[in-house]
C-alpha cells in the first residue's frame, strides 16, 4: 500500500495542528507542525536580537545557525520539535512569540529554508502537515489537500483554552486580535501567501465537534488511498 501526502492548511487557531495530529496517529502517518518551525526560527532571533530584515548579513549568518529537528515526544507517535538540541515547546506558543512570528514568515530568506526541510521531510508520503502554504507551495501535488477556517470568535475560544493548558493566559481579546493581525500578514505576504488551493476541500469547523472534523479527514484520505492503490486503467 502506498503511503499518501496530507496537506492541511487554514486560518490560525481553526485546530488544524489537533486534527492533523488525530488524522496522522489514525493512519499511522507521521505528523509535522509547520508553524512549530516558524515559531521556533521566531525565538532563535528574538533571542539573540537578530533584526527582521530579509537577506541581510545578520539574518542569513543567524539562519545558518539554526538547527531544528523533529525527535519523538512523551506519546507513543507525536514528535516535538527541537531548536539547536533543546526541546522549543511550550516556550514557542508565548504571545511574545506569536506576536513576532508572522514578520519572520513573510522573509524569503527563513521561507526558502523551511520549505526545503519540509519538502525532504515528507518527499516519500506517509505524512499530514500543517502549515499555511502546505497545498499551495510545498506539496502543490499534494494526495488530499484541506483548508481550515471557523468563525473569529470560536477561534479566539479554542486558542484561549489551549493556551490555559499551558498556564497562559493573555486575555480574549489580545488572542483576537493577535489571530486576525497574523491572518491578515500571513494572507498578504508576497511569497506564498496563505489561500485555499483550488483543489483543497474547505472545512468550516464552527458549527462541527471536533470528533466529526477528524472523521470527515480520515474518510478523505481512505478514499485517496484506495484510489491510489487502484491498478492503472
Ligand atoms: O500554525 P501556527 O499558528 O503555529 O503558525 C505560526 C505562524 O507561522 C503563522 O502565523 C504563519 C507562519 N506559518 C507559515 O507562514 N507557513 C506555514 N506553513 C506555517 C506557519
Known amino acids: 500500500m502506498s503511503q499518501i501526502t496530507i496537506a492541511i492548511d487554514g486560518y490560525a487557531g481553526t485546530g488544524k495542528s489537533s486534527t492533523a495530529k488525530a488524522v496522522a496517529k489514525a493512519l499511522g502517518y507521521t505528523y509535522i507542525d509547520t508553524g512549530a518551525m516558524y515559531r521556533a526560527v521566531t525565538m532563535y532571533l528574538l533571542d539573540h536580537n537578530i533584526p527582521f530584515e530579509d537577506n541581510s548579513p545578520a539574518l542569513l549568518a543567524a539562519l545558518d545557525q539554526i538547527h531544528l529537528d523533529f525527535r519523538p515526544g512523551k506519546q507513543v507517535g507525536d514528535l516535538e520539535i527541537y531548536l539547536n538540541d533543546a526541546p522549543a515547546e511550550p516556550a514557542i506558543r508565548d504571545p511574545r512569540i506569536s506576536k513576532a512570528v508572522s514578520p519572520v514568515a513573510a522573509l524569503t530568506a527563513v521561507r526558502n529554508l523551511m520549505v526545503a526541510q519540509q519538502r525532504r521531510i515528507g518527499e516519500h508520503g506517509g505524512v499530514v502537515m500543517d502549515g499555511r502554504d ?65 483543489d483543497a476541500v474547505l472545512i468550516d469547523s464552527s458549527g462541527i465537534s471536533f470528533e466529526e472534523q477528524v472523521k470527515t479527514v480520515i474518510q478523505l484520505a481512505e478514499s485517496r488511498i484506495q484510489q491510489n492503490n487502484l491498478p492503472p486503467q
Do not use: C, W
Request: proline share 5%.
Open 134 to 198: 502546505i497545498g499551495t507551495y510545498v506539496f502543490p501535488h499534494a494526495d488530499l489537500k484541506v483548508f481550515m477556517t471557523a468563525s473569529v470568535d470560536i477561534r479566539t475560544q479554542r486558542r484561549q483554552a489551549e493556551l490555559a493548558l499551558s498556564g497562559i493566559d493573555p486575555g480574549f481579546e489580545e488572542i483576537q486580535a493577535n489571530l486576525q493581525e497574523r491572518d491578515k500578514i500571513d494572507s498578504t505576504r508576497a511569497m506564498a501567501p496563505l489561500k485555499q488551493a483550488s
